[in-house]
């Protein structure tokens, strides 16, 4: 029945024949229309309406938790979760004793509410969810870095995550300034097994598990690695051959390098690896004293070509080997950060610019890295080196991601800008539109509004206003199914978008998004957007220049659309 508004929550009033599977009621509805100060009231005719109540029956003993939002209200959780049972103010009232105002619930505070017959009680991930772990903030974390490398979430459970887990932190009052020491409340449903042990590991006593090995190679095996992982690097391993180096009034020393492999650097360096310990001590102290790029390694016999290649890389001027226990970020724009099993730096000089290589070791079913994100890692200084039974993974050459280009929306004002995204996104727009509030056949005379923007979406149309109407005219327009948005003429761009998309009930939301170029979430690029969910899937706004290799990727893999303004 039109016309008729929503009850106030402490008023709603319970229906005769409750009992019933279904009631019916006649109202006689009153239409009063209030005239201006010193006008006349005018009252419409006396209509008699109809009503069919429907009503679900719940059980007490079958409950869920909803962990409060920000910006949620009572009504509209009801509205979503419980739509059709009757008495649920009592019923919630009876659930909820520690609530002493239900017109006033906060951020973070849980509801326990009834489940209707015939839904599904509440999951025990939900359960989990509203229980946690405590987590330790560590240096160098931020919240991109918690969700997707601590807690292990995929691109596509970010935000969802990201929102339990400010309901389950309501003290923290900027996740984007997160500080050493501060312990977070994690949501428990929302973490792999693995990381869920992880975490409660961290009590005194708790048992830790053996970390799988990589496979023990054979000294040959071992050595055709190493070669390839150098070579990489733009170096060289010689494995055949004679080569000679000059003793001060000695000689010379010959070392055959099929039994004493030879690396060599970009940097110059050159580390002679003796596996079987051939060359006397001082015959190498007498050489690295002398030719200060000369480093000679006698390397232990465990089969760990990682050890191995440690030793190596670590005799070298200019590189470093370190172990993948954090991911690593990556110079530049948007943030990149890739996590693997191993990482050689070079030690940056002047003029020259990042490198690092991302070494890891991959199952038999795993696919490779796409050419295209291991191309684009490449343009950022980044070499991936995926390893399979000792040998290195070339990237999957059947992708055929091509670079795209990012949508500009060139806009001189809020107002122009959400004019052009509103069509772009399928809504009716009128522009600078007149929206009559009195008529001359009804009330005597006429009075119109000019709206800067009248959007329809679906059954309820908004008028977007730069100045504060009569609570009159609001209300009058209210009964028409619209509503009113004043946007400040002093509004940001993007703050005028997020009001707007929230007044049309579709969800936005500004944050630093992470996307994982990857199956495994081991390579993700962060950069701050504004997002809108609506019925074509996720947009992201972005006042920057985003990579056309990575919008390509970002297309491909994520289906997603980016627009800059």
């Avoid at 949501?187 to 590991?201: C, D, E, I, T």
């Avoid at 990149?336 to 730096?345: G, K, M, P, S």
């Avoid at 701050?528 to 985003?546: C, M, N």
Wanted: some cysteine.
């Amino acid at each position: 029945m039109s016309g008729v508004s929503p009850l106030h929550p402490s008023k709603e009033k319970l229906p005769r024949g409750a009992m019933n599977s279904s009631a019916t009621i006649a109202a006689a509805v009153f239409l009063l229309v209030a005239g201006l100060p010193g006008e006349r009231a005018y009252c419409a005719k006396e209509e008699t309406a109809h009503m069919t109540f429907k009503t679900t029956a719940v059980s007490k003993d079958r409950t869920s938790t909803h962990v409060v939002k920000k910006g949620e209200w009572l009504m509209d959780i009801l509205r979503r979760k419980l739509p059709d049972v009757e008495h649920r103010f009592t019923i919630l009232r009876q659930l909820n004793p520690h609530l002493k105002n239900l017109d006033r619930i906060l951020p973070g505070q849980k509801l326990i509410l009834p489940v209707p017959e015939g839904a599904q009680a509440e999951s025990p991930k939900e359960k989990r969810d509203s229980e946690s772990l405590p987590y330790t903030v560590k240096p160098g974390d931020s919240v991109t870095t918690i969700l997707v490398y601590e807690m292990g979430i995929a691109q596509d459970e970010t935000l969802k995550t990201l929102r339990i887990l400010k309901a389950l932190n309501p003290g923290v009052s900027d996740f984007n300034r997160l500080e050493p020491g501060q312990v977070l409340a994690l949501p428990k449903g929302s973490l792999p097994l693995a990381v869920r042990a992880g975490l409660a590991s961290a009590a005194p006593g708790a048992k830790t598990e053996t970390p799988v090995l990589p496979k023990i190679l054979g000294l040959r095996e071992q050595t055709d690695l190493v070669a390839q992982v150098i070579a990489r690097m733009k170096g060289s391993v010689q494995t055949a051959g004679t080569h000679f180096i000059p003793l001060p009034q000695l000689g010379q020393l010959s070392i055959d390098c099929s039994r004493v492999p030879l690396v060599e650097f970009p940097d110059g360096t050159i580390v002679l690896v003796d596996f079987d310990a051939r060359i006397p001590a001082d015959i190498r102290k007498m050489i690295e004293e002398r030719w200060k790029n000369y480093h000679w390694i006698v390397p232990q016999k465990s089969g760990d070509v990682f050890t191995l290649l440690r030793q190596i890389v670590q005799a070298s001027a200019s590189y470093t080997f370190e172990k993948g226990e954090k991911p690593q970020r990556v110079e530049g724009a948007p943030e990149l950060r890739v996590a693997a099993d191993w990482f050689i730096r070079r030690k940056t000089g002047p003029g020259e610019g990042p490198y690092l290589q991302a070494l890891l070791t991959i199952p038999d079913a795993a696919r490779p890295l796409p050419a295209a994100v291991a191309s684009f890692l490449e343009k950022r200084g980044v070499l991936w080196t995926e390893i399979r039974e000792g040998k290195i993974v070339p990237a999957a050459k059947e992708d055929s991601t091509a670079p795209a280009e990012v949508q500009s929306i060139f806009a001189g004002s809020a107002k122009d800008l959400l004019q052009i995204l509103l069509t772009n996104l399928g809504y009716p727009v009128g522009r600078d539109t007149d929206v009559r509030i009195f008529s001359v056949e009804k009330d005597g005379f006429n009075l119109s509004v000019k709206g800067d923007l009248l959007v329809q979406a679906g059954e309820t149309s908004l008028l977007v206003h730069h100045r504060r109407l009569p609570e009159q005219f609001v209300n009058i327009l209210a009964e028409r199914s619209y509503r009113v948005l004043i946007l400040d003429p002093e509004e940001s761009k993007r703050t005028a978008v997020e009001r707007t998309f929230r007044a049309l009930a579709v969800p936005v939301a500004f944050d630093r998004f992470p996307f994982a170029l990857d199956e495994g979430g081991r390579i993700v690029a962060t950069f701050p957007a504004l997002e809108i969910l609506h019925s074509g899937g996720p947009l992201y706004l972005v006042d920057f220049d985003l990579d056309r290799d990575l919008y390509g990727i970002l297309r491909r893999m994520r289906d997603i659309a980016v627009v800059r303004y």
